[in-house]
């Protein structure tokens, strides 16, 4: 587990997570095996605390039946015209444009170079939102996560690393 160790005057060793990163707090010239080995040893306690302080991101939240149509109508009005007009722009395109309740991911490109988007996409920032749609856009050219896939998708966002790494929840990103 990734940590961050403090030394000081302290007599014994502390965790304390800060920020979403461990910090240890240790005795001058402690043992580094020690200290790895007490960081391991309250792996399961530090996992729960993270996992605390991070916030729900909006496709964690829970919704209304209600809530999830009004999404699906905001994401029909707002998602799939930046989709079309992100498509004209990269000259990647796709056989259409299809808004989703799906929870695991932002979206997808199906083998017919379909794309679903999730309506809760549309609670992210803007920049969130062209990572998805040009990253499924990307799919219609490389069905995979390739380094060509990656190579091209930062031509077109720059940024790509960042923002992947920001947008929890999603490991197919
Ligand atoms: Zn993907």
């Not at 999404?71 to 998602?79: P, T």
Request: aromatic residues 10%; proline residues 3%.
């Amino acid at each position: 587990m990734d940590h961050e160790v403090i030394y000081s005057s302290r007599r014994t060793l502390c965790i304390q997570i800060k920020d979403g990163r461990v910090i240890v707090r240790a005795p001058w010239r402690y043992p580094r095996t020690k200290i790895d080995a007490f960081v391991s040893s309250h792996e399961g306690w530090i996992s729960k605390k993270l996992n605390e302080k991070r916030e729900k991101t909006p496709i964690e939240r829970e919704y209304s039946p209600d809530e999830i149509a009004m999404l699906k109508k905001r994401a029909r009005a707002e998602l799939i015209p930046r989709a079309m007009e992100l498509s004209q722009k990269s000259g990647l395109s796709a056989n259409g444009f299809s808004v989703s309740g799906a929870r695991t991911r932002y979206g997808s490109c199906s083998w017919q170079n379909r794309i679903t988007l999730s309506c809760f996409l549309v609670l992210y920032k803007q920049e969130y939102i062209d990572y998805v749609i040009m990253h499924e856009l990307c799919h219609t050219v490389h069905k995979n996560h390739s380094a060509d896939f990656y190579a091209l998708l930062e031509r077109f966002i720059p940024s790509c690393k960042e923002v992947r790494r920001h947008l929890r929840n999603g490991d197919h990103l």
